[in-house]
């Protein structure tokens, strides 16, 4: 069944059920990558994309000392389609959107403080809930990169390589296996290239982790294509699914009518039938006077 054919029965279905199945499709039909940056709130998550897409001036993606994301925001540079999510502390409804969003992304980009030490308690739960209801949480891994940022807040590249150390710990305890982790500094990278100082962009470490990105959609491009095809069958079936289960119940309430008019018309003649035998009572009494 096409967009088109679908779209012929969008009373039973909702924009939001025919938008999604539009956008699966057109991505099918392009090259770019998705890529979502998720982690808790005020965690560097918008300072990152933005020098991602060298805007540093920081407007693309707010960055603010209180909670400015709270839907998800796309941006487009090159090929690839940059997200912003909700901080993952912000509330339940956030983290399943975050959870959502990530499953539908080609590349995901973890952030955590570095100056916050291992992943906290919060993070932790992410991370569980992403292995229990995953169905191949090895997948989230394969697509996802581990940014530990603000590495310019720390004293020493020791504390750094500590924190990256349980942070891998954290990470094979709860999956089994191990992740990518790159420590960086977004501001330091700004900075370097507004002021054209090349060690402040070499030590910021952001070129890594455009080289890693690179690295990761060109390895995934074939698997990524094959995943969206996945997914646009999946949304299809789910809203042939959703047409049938519409279908059988206007059936079962159209033969609901049906026996209930039924029993109303069997009524109807019982009373005519009464009422007919009445008059005919009546009519040979009246003969018999």
């Known amino acids: 069944m096409s967009v088109n054919q679908i779209a012929k029965f969008s009373k039973y279905f909702t924009k939001e059920d025919i938008g999604s199945l539009e956008a699966i499709k057109k991505s099918l039909n392009e090259n770019n990558i998705t890529v979502t940056c998720i982690g808790l ?20 993606f ?22 912003d999510t909700p901080g993952l502390n912000a509330n339940e ?15 995901t980009l973890f952030v955590h403080n570095v100056t916050t ?11 569980e809930s992403i292995k229990k209801y995953w169905e191949n949480p090895q997948i989230f891994l394969d697509r996802t990169i581990f940014v530990l940022s603000r590495i310019d807040g720390v004293n020493s590249s020791e504390d750094v390589k500590n924190t990256q150390d349980k942070m891998h710990q954290q990470i094979e305890s709860i999956f ?27 030590q910021s470490n952001v070129k890594a982790l455009e080289k890693d990105i690179e690295m990761l959609s060109k ?24 047409l049938e289960n519409r279908m059988k119940s206007n059936q079962a309430t159209l033969t609901k009518l049906t026996k209930e008019q039924n029993n109303q018309d069997e009524e109807f003649h019982n009373d005519i039938n009464k009422v007919e035998a009445t008059l005919k009572s009546k009519y040979e009494q009246l003969n018999n006077i």
């Not at 409804?93 to 590349?107: T, Y």
């Not at 089994?176 to 070499?202: F, P, Q």
């Open 62 to 83: 707010k960055t603010a000392d209180a909670r400015e994301t709270s839907v998800n925001k796309i941006f487009t540079y090159g090929n690839i389609n940059y997200i």
């Open 93 to 107: 409804q956030d983290d399943k959107q975050v959870l959502e969003v990530i499953k539908n992304s080609d590349i």
């Open 41 to 60: 709130y005020n965690h560097g998550k918008s300072t990152l994309l933005n020098v991602l897409i060298k805007d540093f001036e920081f407007k693309t």
């Open 219 to 242: 390895k995934s491009r074939q698997e990524i294509q094959k995943t969206k095809q996945e997914r646009l069958s999946k949304k299809y079936s789910e809203l042939i699914e959703k």
């Open 117 to 127: 030490g291992e992943f906290s308690k919060v993070e932790i739960e992410f991370l």
């Open 176 to 202: 089994g296996s191990t992740a990518r982790i790159i420590a960086l500094s977004a501001e330091d990278y700004r900075d370097g290239m507004v002021e054209k100082e090349n060690e402040l962009i070499a």
